[in-house]
């Protein structure tokens, strides 16, 4: 079963505006990362935040992190065409070192 | 640069006939993963090899296999690929590191091979 499900499934927004997608797990954690993925390619690594980490940022963007909600939000300010992608959220859970995705987040960006 | 690459970027075959997708990293890392993606899915693990050691994941149909003969390479070989095998197959790549709280395990992916079964 899926550790991280993503919010919302799908986002359209112009070029300029911030982009807010949520991220939600069932298990205790030790990080979440959050992966891009552009269309028919693989997936690369964006961030990182570990569970004693409440706020990350890189760049354009930002994570937060709330382990008592189990949830993470990925934020993209001034948005741009070229983030159009899909975003995922990985957890891995317990002790484990294997991430597991959600379905991601399907962004849109337009010029 | 460093990287993973994955051959062929798009695949072509026959229901029943037997195909292998390949995987070649020069990150030089211990593990390496085979994740499946349909559209608009989850990428979903089939197995990886933590260095030579190989582990399935509980679901993986029988019909999928791997071979990791160096640290380099890795294979997918599909014995009798049906309709619904059709997707997108990710190889990655990390080194894990650290316990607890330190643990870390950012995986690198190839660019994926795309696998159509007429």
């Known amino acids: 079963s899926q550790q991280g499900e993503e919010d919302p499934q799908a986002l359209s927004i112009q070029e300029g505006e911030n982009a807010t997608m949520n991220c939600s797990y069932k298990t205790s954690i030790n990080n979440l990362q959050w992966y891009r993925q552009n269309s028919g390619r693989g997936l690369v690594h964006l961030i990182l935040?570990?569970?004693?980490?409440r706020e990350k940022h890189s760049g354009r963007l930002r994570v937060t992190l709330d382990t008592s909600k189990k949830s993470s939000s990925l934020l993209i300010t001034a948005s741009r065409a070229a983030d159009t992608a899909s975003y995922f959220c990985a957890t891995a859970p317990g002790g484990s070192y294997i991430p597991t995705f959600g379905r991601g987040t399907s962004l849109i960006v337009h010029p | 640069d460093a990287m993973v690459i994955q051959n062929p970027r798009y695949q072509v075959t026959q229901f029943g006939k037997p195909v292998t997708l390949s995987c070649s990293q020069t990150?030089?890392?211990?593990?390496m993963y085979w994740y499946q993606q349909k559209s608009s899915q989850a990428p979903k693990l089939l197995f990886h090899y933590y260095d030579k050691d190989f582990n399935n994941e509980a679901d993986t149909p029988d019909n999928f296999q791997s071979r990791r003969p160096n640290t380099s390479f890795c294979f997918l070989d599909i014995r009798s690929p049906g309709l619904g095998d059709a997707a997108m197959y990710l190889c990655?790549?990390?080194?894990?590191?650290?316990?607890?709280?330190?643990?870390?395990?950012?995986?690198?992916f190839g660019a994926g091979t795309r696998l159509s079964v007429l």
């Open positions: 990150l030089n890392h211990n593990v």
């Open positions: 990655a790549t990390s080194i894990p590191s650290g316990t607890g709280r330190t643990l870390k395990n950012i995986q690198y």
């Open positions: 935040i570990r569970s004693n980490e």
